[in-house]
T-cell receptor, first 116, second 116 residues
Framework: GAVVSQHPSWVICKSGTSVKIECRSL??????MFWYRQFPKQSLMLMAT?????????EQGVEKDKFLINHASLTLSTLTVTSAHPEDSSFYIC????????????FGPGTRLTVL | QQQVKQSPQSLIVQKGGISIINCAYE??????FPWYQQFPGKGPALLIA?????SEKKEGRFTISFNKSAKQFSLHIMDSQPGDSATYFC???????????????FGQGTELSVKP
């Protein structure tokens, strides 16, 4: 199998607070993990690519100081939304590629963030 | 040139019918073309994927047809069932280096509804 989990599955926070979302590959080691954002009825928008032990690569227009990504191990990547505001409310989804595997990205179940 | 264009935006099919979703791309460097299925509030799940060296791939009721010269690929769902009602995304990527794929470029998505 290739199972990816995310925690929490949903979170509600007040404006100005920071929120951390975890992405774990449960039964494989992931060289690369990706973070996406998805608005209702829209496609997935890639935010950043993270490789274990190195700095994340952010897509154009994504604020790296606002969306902090850490990929500390081959099974865990975290996304921290700093000083969250209502416009950051969205569905955040991570995916992972197997170490030594193919191009396939295995997606997590997503995290619904609501900022009040 | 990095875009993947998907159509139709929405599709209604009767139970037992064939659902067809089309995608087109420009970047000839793309060499991996997966299709994902997403249910509301869930992360995308890989359905089937194809590489440019074959023109068709079938897995159960799902078939990908690939036309390299036209830079188009499509998903066919045979004997469509109400349980297939979901949003479908095509995607494309290039391989960064051996055994590691690059980032996925997603199509806009197709909302499929299969009527009983």
């Amino acid at each position: 199998g290739a199972v990816v989990s995310q925690h929490p599955s949903w979170v509600i926070c007040k404006s100005g607070t920071s929120v951390k979302i975890e992405c774990r590959s449960l039964d494989f080691q992931a060289t690369t993990m990706f973070w996406y954002r998805q608005f209702p009825k829209q496609s997935l928008m890639l935010m950043a690519t993270s490789n274990e032990g190195s700095k994340a690569t952010y897509e154009q227009g994504v604020e790296k100081d606002k969306f902090l990504i850490n990929h500390a191990s081959l099974t865990l990547s975290t996304l921290t939304v700093t000083s969250a505001h209502p416009e950051d409310s969205s569905f955040y989804i991570c995916s992972a590629q197997k170490q030594g595997g193919t191009d396939t990205q295995y997606f997590g179940p997503g995290t619904r963030l609501t900022v009040l | 040139q990095q875009q993947v264009k998907q159509s139709p935006q929405s599709l209604i099919v009767q139970k037992g019918g064939i659902s067809i979703i089309n995608c087109a791309y420009e970047n000839t460097a793309f060499d991996y073309f997966p299709w994902y299925q997403q249910f509301p509030g869930k992360g995308p799940a890989l359905l089937i994927a194809i590489r440019p060296d074959v023109s068709e791939k079938k897995e159960g009721r799902f078939t990908i047809s690939f036309n390299k010269s036209a830079k188009q690929f499509s998903l066919h769902i045979m004997d469509s069932q109400p349980g297939d009602s979901a949003t479908y995304f095509c995607a494309a990527s290039t391989r960064l280096f051996y055994n590691q794929g690059g980032k996925l470029i997603f199509g806009q998505g197709t909302e499929l509804s299969v009527k009983p």
